[in-house]
């Protein structure tokens, strides 16, 4: 089992900027890739930013250009950066960790609440 711990939501002005971080804890090892997905109320959850074990990074077309995601490996950690927020990134942001075994993200963050105010 893989345990997944989200932290850095809050409150944030449009335009402003906020880093989660997803620490991961249990069997790292069969991690090949983590992600952040977001869901907004009354909308499916959505994928906004993924990375593999190799660095391979791929980005919603929503924050492209806006969002970073990078891992701390001495840590067992990734993060998210947001950069020029908007109201419609406001949404419960979940991390996700994938087994190498499968193609589908198994192991799912508690969430933080991310709520960007205009």
């Known amino acids: 089992q893989v345990q997944l711990v989200e932290s850095g939501g809050g409150l944030v002005q449009a335009g402003g900027s906020l880093r989660l971080s997803c620490a991961a804890s249990?069997?790292?090892?069969?991690?090949?890739?983590m992600g952040w997905y977001r869901q907004a109320p009354e909308k499916q959850r959505e994928l906004v930013a993924t990375?593999?074990?190799?660095?391979?990074?791929n980005y919603a077309d929503s924050v492209k250009g806006r969002a970073t995601i990078s891992r701390d490996n001495a840590k067992n950690t990734v993060y998210l950066q947001v950069n020029s927020l908007k109201p419609e990134d406001t949404a419960v942001y979940y991390c996700?960790?994938?087994?190498?075994?499968?193609?589908?993200?198994?192991?799912w963050g508690q969430g933080t609440q991310v709520t960007v105010s205009s």
């Open positions: 249990g069997n790292i090892f069969s991690i090949n890739a």
């Open positions: 996700a960790a994938r087994h190498w075994a499968t193609v589908t993200y198994d192991y």
């Open positions: 990375i593999t074990n190799g660095d391979d990074t």
